[in-house]
């Protein structure tokens, strides 16, 4: 791979393609809405109909160095269906055909779907491991199965599926030495996975929405790990109403209150929120990102990052946590209250009940 790349960088550029500076897997050439991205040894070629002749001249230029054929849409690719209706401005990115596969493979396509992917207040705990060779042997065909399910289900919410993150994350760390239980909450995950299969990204540029540009939610669940006392933080970025990036995992050391677990997790979305707003103002749409807004239900974090008084409360903070407060200060970000009942992040921190779990899910997936 790294030679194909190495090979390919210098075609690319007598094409008359530049690289970035910010994602070196991203090509474009300057001042011109005409790009092309590289995943491994997949091309992902993209212009507007306005360029169409040029960005065939560059790709013919590409053609000479390399066995490429003729472009066509992008309709399935690395397991994604990709869905458009440009009458509408719709596009949709699936992976149905896969997740049905995988629910065939895991033996569950007869089996009734669940509402949420994790049951409402379930705990994952260490506890629930089998402690002795002969339990692991017992179970031995079963925590191979949860295994290679698990991989695959990885890989979905990766892609397009953001909602089962929080069950992924969690589930995730059993994998060495899993448990009856654990086995038993992945099968769950299946069979929320079977009741909405049709679900993927829908991005809509047909009319207003409520809001434009990039922005982000992020959340903290306070020492919810049973076994490390650590916290689960995640964030969420949209582009135009649609998630384009999404974390769901565990501080990488503890955290002393609730603030403090919220404030952490304001520096990890502001690093996400930086590296959207230099590839936004290099491509040519700084506006996009000026500043990216992020929204935190949490008042005293968010005070933290705006006026830093309480000395007490933060003089135990890692140097690195406090990384959001600077780029507030540089007009990189902004950060903004919203209620608890409107924290779409909480979707990726903690298992929801059913009602509260759909009326954010609609904002994640469709």
């Not at 002749?53 to 992008?74: P, R, S, T, V």
């Not at 089998?130 to 990885?154: E, F, G, M, N, V």
């Not at 397009?160 to 069950?167: V, Y």
Request: with cysteine; proline share 3%.
């Amino acid at each position: 791979t790294r030679l194909f790349n190495k090979k390919t960088h210098g075609i690319f550029l007598k094409a008359g393609l530049t690289r970035s500076s910010h994602d070196f897997c991203l090509y474009q050439v300057p001042g011109k809405p005409i790009y092309l991205v590289i995943w491994v040894d997949d091309f992902f070629y993209f212009f507007d109909a306005a360029h169409s002749k040029e960005a065939a001249a560059i790709w013919k230029c590409i053609c000479e160095h390399l066995d490429l054929g003729a472009w066509e849409e992008i309709g399935d690719c690395l397991a994604c269906d990709v869905h458009r209706d440009r009458s509408k401005k719709i596009l949709r990115i699936t992976q149905t055909k896969a997740i049905r596969a995988l629910i065939i493979k895991a033996g569950l396509e007869k089996s009734n779907p669940a509402d949420t992917p994790v049951a409402a207040g379930f705990v994952f705990t260490k506890k629930d491991c089998p402690q002795d060779d002969l339990l692991r042997a017992a179970i031995a065909s079963q925590q191979k199965w949860y295994r290679s399910i698990l991989a695959s289900c990885i890989y979905f919410s990766s892609w397009t599926r953001p909602d089962i993150s929080f069950a992924i994350s969690k589930l995730s760390k059993f994998m060495q030495n899993p448990g009856a239980v654990h086995i038993s909450a992945l099968k769950r995950l299946i069979r929320y996975l079977q009741g909405t299969t049709e679900l993927g990204l829908h991005y809509d540029f047909s009319g207003p929405i409520p809001r434009s540009g990039i922005y982000g939610y992020y959340d903290a669940s306070f020492a919810d790990d049973a076994d490390t006392r650590r916290s689960t933080m995640a964030y969420i970025f949209f582009f135009e109403g649609c998630a384009i990036s999404w974390k769901s995992k565990l501080h990488t050391y503890i955290t002393t209150s609730t603030n403090h677990s919220e404030y952490c997790a304001s520096a990890k979305a502001a690093r996400e929120a930086k590296m959207f707003k230099q590839l936004a103002t290099e491509i040519g749409y700084a506006d996009f990102a000026s500043p990216v807004a992020l929204f935190s239900d949490s008042q005293g974090a968010i005070a933290m990052n705006y006026n830093p008084v309480k000395r007490d409360a933060s003089k135990h903070i890692d140097l690195a946590d406090h990384y959001a407060r600077e780029q507030v200060d540089l007009g990189t970000i902004s950060i903004t209250h919203v209620p608890t009942t409107k924290m779409i992040a909480d979707i990726l921190t903690k298992a929801l009940a059913r009602l509260l779990f759909n009326s954010f899910v609609c904002f994640l997936v469709r």
